[in-house]
C-alpha cells in the first residue's frame, strides 16, 4: 500500500495525501495583489494534500522582489480569498508562507514609503531583477532599530491573521533561503551587539518573537516555520556551530508546539547537502510534523516515508510543470520538464498552460 498517496495528520487537519506542494516564487501578483491567474494555479495544483503558497510579504518593507504578493491590505485579503476558495475545491489545504524579504531587495522593487531592512546593514552579494531598470546590486539594508523589531513582529502576527480571514487553513514562516528571518539566524548577516546578535540565543530571538506573535494570534496548530541548515542561497555562509545552532533552534521550536518545521535541502541544485544526522535529529527532537524537501521524485519521496524519515514529503519544479503531478506520480507516467524561462515572468505562459494527461492545452 502506498503512504504517499493515502491520507495523512497535519495536527487537526486531515491531508488527502502526503504530498506537500513546496512553495516557490512565481512573480505573477501585478501590483502585489493577487488575482484570477494565481487562483487557476493553484486551482490546478489542488490534488496535493497540502499546498504551501509562494513567500507573501508581512510588509510593504517586505517585497523585495517585483510582483510578489502581499497579504498586508484588505485588497490583497480578497485576492487571496479566490486563491484558497480554488485550493480547498480540489481537495488540498493551504498554508501561506509568510516571507519577509529583509536585504534580499532593491527600493525599486518596494512601494514609496517602503525600507530596505535588515538585522544589520551589511548588503548581500549579487544582484536582483526589478521590472523598472532590469538588474541592480542588492540594496544596503538599514540596521533595524527596536522600533522596527516591534513592528515587523506586529506585521507578522497581523499578516498571519489575514490569512486566516483570506480562508487559509494556517501559514508556514519563512525561516529560510536567505530571507529576513533566517538573516538574523547567520552571523555573516547579523553582525549586531545588542540582545539580537552574538549567540544563537540572540541570534534566533527575533525568529523565535515572530513564532511566539503567530502563535498568539492564529494558534500554534495553524504555524509551521521552513528552515534551510547548510542553505547558501541569497549570501547565506556556513559557519562552524551550524549543527549545534539548528539543534539549538529544534529544541525551541518543539517546546513551542508548532504544527510543523519544513526542512529544505538545496543539494540537488548544487547547495551543500544536509547531513543525514541533522534531520534525523530533527526528526528525534521535533515532535510535530516534519516536511522534508529537497529533490524528491515519487520512488524516494515513498521511500523516506516508509522509512520513517519524515511525515510529509514536499516537491517544488514538478508541481510547475504538472498540475496533475499526483496522478501522474500514481499512474508511474512521464512528467513534463519545467521551463526556467518562465519561472518568474508575468502572465499564463509557463504557468497555467503546462499540459496534463490525456489532454493538451498548448494547441
Not at 175 to 182: I, K, V
Not at 217 to 237: C, E, H, Q, T, W
Not at 256 to 261: F, N, P, Q, T
Not at 333 to 339: G, L, W
Request: hydrophobic share 45%; proline share 6%; net charge negative.
Amino acid at each position: 500500500m502506498s503512504q504517499l498517496f493515502s491520507p495523512a495528520k497535519l495536527g487537526k487537519l486531515t491531508l488527502q495525501n502526503h504530498l506537500v506542494m513546496a512553495p516557490m516564487t512565481r512573480n505573477r501578483a501585478t501590483g502585489n495583489i493577487p488575482n484570477a491567474l494565481m487562483a487557476e494555479y493553484y486551482g490546478q495544483r489542488a490534488s496535493a494534500g497540502l499546498i504551501v503558497t509562494e513567500g507573501v510579504s508581512p510588509s510593504p518593507d517586505g517585497l523585495g522582489y517585483p510582483r510578489i504578493p502581499g497579504i498586508f491590505s484588505q485588497e490583497q485579503v480578497a485576492g487571496w480569498k479566490p486563491v484558497t476558495q480554488a485550493a480547498h475545491a480540489g481537495g488540498a489545504k493551504i498554508f501561506m508562507q509568510l516571507m519577509h524579504a529583509g536585504r534580499i531587495a532593491h527600493p525599486l522593487n518596494l512601494p514609496p514609503g517602503a525600507r530596505v531592512l535588515a538585522p544589520s546593514a551589511v548588503a548581500a552579494a549579487g544582484d536582483i531583477w526589478t521590472d523598472a531598470e532590469g538588474m541592480k546590486q542588492n540594496a544596503l539594508p538599514e540596521a533595524m532599530t527596536q522600533a522596527d523589531l516591534d513592528a515587523t513582529r506586529a506585521e507578522f502576527a497581523q499578516a498571519a491573521q489575514n490569512a486566516i480571514a483570506a480562508g487559509c487553513d494556517g501559514v508556514e514562516l519563512h525561516g529560510a533561503n536567505g530571507y529576513l528571518l533566517e538573516q538574523f539566524l547567520r552571523p555573516n548577516s547579523n553582525q549586531r551587539t545588542d540582545a539580537y546578535g552574538g549567540s544563537i540565543e540572540n541570534r534566533a530571538r527575533f525568529v523565535l518573537e515572530v513564532v511566539d506573535a503567530t502563535i498568539a494570534a492564529i494558534g500554534k496548530d495553524k504555524v509551521g516555520i521552513r528552515l534551510s541548515p547548510y542553505g547558501v542561497f541569497n549570501d547565506m555562509s556556513l559557519h562552524d556551530a551550524m549543527e549545534a545552532d539548528y539543534l539549538w533552534l529544534a529544541q525551541q521550536l518543539n517546546a513551542r508546539g508548532l504544527a510543523y518545521i519544513h526542512l529544505v535541502d538545496h543539494s540537488a541544485m548544487g547547495a551543500p547537502a544536509v547531513p543525514d544526522a541533522i534531520k534525523q535529529a530533527f526528526r528525534d527532537t521535533f515532535k510535530g510534523t516534519l516536511v522534508l524537501c529537497g529533490g524528491y521524485d515519487a520512488a524516494s519521496a515513498e521511500q523516506d516515508l516508509a522509512a520513517g524519515k519524515c511525515d510529509l514529503v514536499a516537491v517544488g519544479r514538478p508541481f510547475i510543470a504538472n498540475p496533475d503531478l499526483v496522478s501522474r506520480w500514481q499512474a508511474g507516467a512521464s512528467v513534463n520538464a519545467p521551463d526556467m524561462n518562465t519561472f518568474y515572468t508575468p502572465g499564463a505562459a509557463g504557468y497555467t498552460d503546462y499540459p496534463v494527461l490525456g489532454y493538451s492545452n498548448r494547441e
